[in-house]
Structure formats: C-alpha cells, structure tokens
C-alpha cells in the first residue's frame, strides 16, 4: 500500500528537528560539518594569543612617563636659589617662602609655593607708604603613570588669569623637551617646561602696596608697575638651576 504524500514543510522519518528555546537547530540526520567553523576559531585564538602579549607589555600605547631622574623627596622652595632674578631684582630673605606645599601620590607628585623677592632692608623695617615688591610662583609636577606631553602643548596658552593671545606665548630653546615664555600681562609672566613626565613652572610678578602708620596720610599715587618681561633671560638661568636641582 502506497502511503499518502507527506505534506509539504514536515520533515520525514530522519528529519526530526532539535528545538532550543525558540530557535530550531538544523535536522540531526542532516548535520553540516563544522569545519570551518572550528578552521575560524582557532584562528580567533591563534590571533588572541598574539595580541595578549602586545597588551600586556605595550599597555595599548599607554607607557609610563619617565621624570627623567627628578624627584620631590621635600619641598624645594626652602633652598631653591633664584640667583639671576636676585641679582637682576633684588635678593631673596630668609623667611620669604609662602604658600608653600608638598603633595606625594602613587600618580603625581607636586610642589608648589610662592616667593618673595625684595630687599632684607625691606623686610625687616616697618613699611611706610608705597612699595614696589616681586614675587616667584613655583610649581613642579612629576605625572607618574600618564604622559602630560599633549595636554602640555594644548594648554599652552592656558593661565590662572585666563587664556592669552598666541603673540603671548615664545617657544625657549635648549630647554626640557619644549619649553614657552607666557607674557600674561606687563606685571605677570610664567616660563613651562616639560621633559617627560616632569611639568615645571617659573612665574614672576610685580605689584605695589601701600601701608601707612598714619591714617591722615595721603595715599597719593602708587609706583609705575615694570614690564616684567625685561627679567625673562634671568627666568630661564633659574629654572635650568632647579632643574638640575631636582635631578641630583
């Protein structure tokens, strides 16, 4: 006895379907080889192997930053010299150093203060009336585990006091990897430099003040405050003697 013919779309005697969830596999009696599936997985492997290795040393092109032997083991600003501004300006005192301060981390290490530059006469008298004085800002940051390089060169015109016009900005020779001159305004001007991981900053200001034991004086007319700009070569002398400083 001839049997009816089987209806389309069901699957004879040795095409039973293996059901997953949702999805229906391929019916086992017709299973295709998996050759080249496994040829591709092992090429997956194969290609993982060889990349693990690049990760690992390589870090995915993120290297650690080499301070090129500088090191804040204490804060600097105590015995820092400033001989060119000294003799160009006039001679830094004893207890001239403040806001001064040391931060020691696992990614950064920064020191970072304020020093003032004028006459020991000055000092140690009481001020009466006007006075001319000038201060030196230092600041060294050593990156450990990420490289400032670019943020180095995009900030470049970036300041505390805002962002100066690139006229403002004069690139240094011989000096680190890249170094500028920032002229933020005629009283303010800051010489960076970068050589790997290390980011050092030399600023110079002038400003005047007036104090006075008597409240009748009068106030009168401040001094003319100098174009700190002419003190830039001494700048540069006393940042290549903080830096080798650092390094020793």
């Not at 019916?27 to 290795?53: F, N, T």
């Not at 015109?157 to 011989?174: E, H, L, M």
């Not at 500028?180 to 430099?193: A, G, K």
């Amino acid at each position: 006895m001839i049997s009816e013919p089987e209806m389309a779309g069901e699957p004879g005697p040795m095409e039973t379907r293996e059901v997953v969830g949702d999805f229906s596999s391929e019916p086992v009696g017709r299973r295709r080889p998996r050759k080249s599936w496994l040829w591709a997985l092992g090429g997956v492997v194969a290609a993982s192997a060889l990349w693990a290795p690049a990760v690992f040393v390589y870090g995915l092109g993120a290297q650690t930053p080499s301070t090129h032997g500088y090191r804040l083991d204490k804060d600097p600003c105590s015995s820092v010299r400033l001989t060119s501004i000294s003799a160009a300006i006039a001679p830094r005192v004893s207890a001239d150093v403040v806001d001064s301060g040391l931060l020691k981390h696992p990614a950064v290490d920064q020191a970072q203060c304020s020093i003032a530059v004028r006459p020991p006469a000055k000092a140690k008298q009481s001020k009466t009336g006007w006075s001319l004085d000038y201060y030196v800002g230092i600041t060294v940051t050593l990156h450990k585990e990420t490289d400032p390089g670019v943020e180095f060169e995009a900030r470049r015109r970036t300041t505390d006091q805002g962002i100066v016009p690139a006229d403002n900005v004069k690139a240094v020779p011989d000096l680190g990897d890249t170094a500028y001159l920032i002229t933020r305004d005629i009283s303010n001007t800051e010489l960076r430099v970068l050589e790997g991981g290390a980011v050092l900053s030399l600023t110079l200001a002038a400003s005047s003040s007036y104090q006075s034991e008597d409240t009748d004086d009068e106030i009168g007319e401040g001094p003319e405050i100098p174009d700190v700009s002419s003190y830039q070569p001494a700048m540069v002398n006393d940042m290549r003697d903080l830096m080798t400083s650092l390094s020793h």
